[in-house]
Structures are given as structure tokens and as C-alpha cells.
């Protein structure tokens, strides 16, 4: 049981490159998550899914889109990468049998993003 | 807009010390609260949440709705306790967690 996984771990871009980042769960839950997280600022939510078939914009998603493939796996997308998404990037999954950020968050290792 | 406020980026004290870390929040309603850690090389995970009014690895968390506070407190720290920590909110039915920036305890022998 790998809980939340990640790939790839490190990533370095230049600016205007594309690029998936991939994050898949295996404790049959229903929401997943894409944050942030920058020095200084905590972690901020991109977009969320609260179930496989809907995605929702969190705090900060301009120049991200994501993807449910399936219940198992949340894609964040970056179409044209700007030094300022240089970050690292976390998955979450939760249940999802009620208000998602309720219930206990898993998150993945991380995705160490740098965009030059 | 909801917003969670951790002062200290970096707490210091020595093993055996209370260690008390602080986090306040502004929402007119009623959150949910919770304190995440993530210890070296670990993945952030759950420590604790209002709802549950537990003890986990010997730290409480009360709600101070009058001062809209949530402090993270244990009586005395131990080594193992080193990690950043995080307060988070949410609100009813939401699926946005809102973190506070994180305060680094270092427990020094």
C-alpha cells in the first residue's frame, strides 16, 4: 500500500515549457488535491476533485489545469511554465464522504519544480 | 477571507521544555481546525484536529473561539518532536484547507 505517489520527483523547466505532473492514490479515495508550497506561505490549493468526473479551482490555479483521469489518478498540468511556478508541488487524497477538507488528508512525497 | 496566522517561523527549546506553538485565525464562523507536521524526510500528515479533542504524541490543541486562537501545546518536548508544523482550517462542507505558514520546533538535548 503506497498511499499518495508522485512523479517525478524533481523537475527542472525553462520558462514557456510544458509539462504533467502525475499523482496517483490506492486507498480507494474519493477526492484529491493539488497544493503549493513556497517559503514563507504554508502550502495553497490549486484545484481540488472532490470525486472522479469533477475538478474545482482552489485558491490559486491561473496557469495550471488538471486532470481526473480516474478515482485513482489527479494530473496538474502547466502549459507554459513562468519562473513564478517554480515550487514544490504535493497531492492530497482524502475520502471524500463528506466536506473533503473534514476528513484527513494523505499527501504524496512532493514534486520539487524549478523553472528557469 | 479566511486566513491563518502562525507568528513564529522558528521555535527553539530544549528537551524537556513546554513547548507551546501559536496559531490564530480569522473566520467569523465556525472551522474546522487542525495541526499537520511533517518531520524530516516525511510526508505531511495529520496530527491532530479539533473535532477530535485528542491527544496525539502528547500534544492537546484548544479552540479559543474568543481569541480565535488553536495553540499547539505539549508539557515537554522531546527530540523526536523536531519537525515544521502547520495549523489549517476549513470550513463547513468545504473541500479547501487553508494553511498557516508553518513554524519549524527545533528540541535541542
Known amino acids: 500500500n503506497a498511499g499518495v505517489t508522485q512523479t517525478p520527483k524533481f523537475q527542472v523547466l525553462k520558462t514557456g515549457q510544458s509539462m504533467t505532473l502525475q499523482c496517483a492514490q490506492d486507498m480507494n479515495h474519493n477526492s484529491m488535491y493539488w497544493y503549493r508550497q513556497d517559503p514563507g506561505m504554508g502550502l495553497r490549493l490549486i484545484y481540488y476533485s472532490a470525486s472522479e468526473g469533477t475538478t474545482d479551482k482552489g485558491e490559486v490555479p491561473n496557469g495550471y489545469n488538471v486532470s481526473r483521469l480516474n478515482k485513482r489518478e489527479f494530473s496538474l498540468r502547466l502549459e507554459s511554465a513562468a519562473p513564478s511556478q517554480t515550487s514544490v508541488y504535493f497531492c492530497?487524497?482524502?475520502?471524500?464522504?463528506?466536506?473533503?477538507?473534514?476528513?484527513?488528508?494523505?499527501f504524496g512525497p512532493g514534486t520539487r519544480l524549478l523553472v528557469l | 477571507a479566511q486566513r491563518v496566522t502562525q507568528p513564529e517561523k522558528l521555535l527553539s527549546v530544549f528537551k524537556g521544555a513546554p513547548v507551546e506553538l501559536k496559531c490564530n485565525y480569522s473566520y467569523s464562523g465556525s472551522p474546522e481546525l487542525f495541526w499537520y507536521v511533517q518531520y524530516s524526510r516525511q510526508r505531511l500528515q495529520l496530527l491532530l484536529r479539533?473535532?477530535s479533542r485528542e491527544s496525539i504524541k502528547g500534544f492537546t490543541a484548544d479552540l479559543n473561539k474568543g481569541e480565535t486562537s488553536f495553540h499547539l501545546k505539549k508539557p515537554f518536548a522531546q527530540e523526536e518532536d523536531s519537525a515544521m508544523y502547520y495549523c489549517?482550517?476549513?470550513?463547513?462542507?468545504?473541500?479547501?484547507?487553508?494553511f498557516g505558514s508553518g513554524t519549524r520546533l527545533l528540541v535541542r538535548p
Open positions: 479539533h473535532i
Open positions: 492530497a487524497s482524502s475520502e471524500g464522504r463528506r466536506g473533503g477538507a473534514q476528513e484527513t488528508q494523505y
Open positions: 489549517a482550517l476549513t470550513l463547513d462542507s468545504s473541500y479547501k484547507l487553508i
